[in-house]
């Protein structure tokens, strides 16, 4: 049995919009699009593993909140993964490093929750931990992946980027 097609998140291959957009021009964006798509499967798995540790939070003896744990954890980690895509297709540096920041935002926020739910009980520690060390690969994959970004004329009418 094929475990993979029972994933929430559709493989890198399957976000052919990136295809159209950049069609006969890939070749200039070779470099970005392999950092996103390595970003991408590695979120894939992450997914996964967070998805996973959600379904064993718990209430316990002196917190009960655990359901609402699920959702703010879920709210991130559903967020992150469109905005990789999004980032891709972005055509100026300014929408690239803002859905980068938006992507690292949730991870943390994310990650803040995971960590929090371990201490109050209502998570497994050693699970917790997992995610981050897988994090932690993330985070350089990330790096990897806005070094590719192209600084471009546009400005950005906030001044953020």
Request: aromatic share 12%; glycine share 4%.
């Amino acid at each position: 049995m094929d475990f993979s097609d029972m994933h929430s998140l559709p493989a890198w291959d399957d976000h052919r919009m990136l295809k159209k957009i950049y069609e006969g021009e890939e070749w200039k964006l070779r470099p970005q699009f392999e950092a996103a798509e390595k970003l991408y499967n590695k979120w894939r798995e992450i997914f996964v593993l967070v998805e996973s540790y959600c379904e064993t939070l718990q209430d316990s003896a002196d917190y009960d909140h655990a359901e609402k744990n699920k959702e703010l954890i879920g709210q991130n980690l559903f967020i992150v993964a469109p905005k990789i895509i999004g980032a891709a297709g972005a055509a100026t540096y300014v929408l690239q490093m803002e859905n980068a920041s938006i992507v690292r935002n949730n991870c943390r926020e994310m990650m803040e929750q995971i960590s929090f739910t371990a201490i109050v009980g209502a998570g497994e520690e050693k699970y917790a931990e997992a995610i981050e060390r897988e994090m932690e690969i993330f985070r350089n994959l990330f790096r990897d992946w806005v070094a590719t970004f192209a600084k471009d004329d546009n400005e950005d009418e906030w001044g953020l980027f």
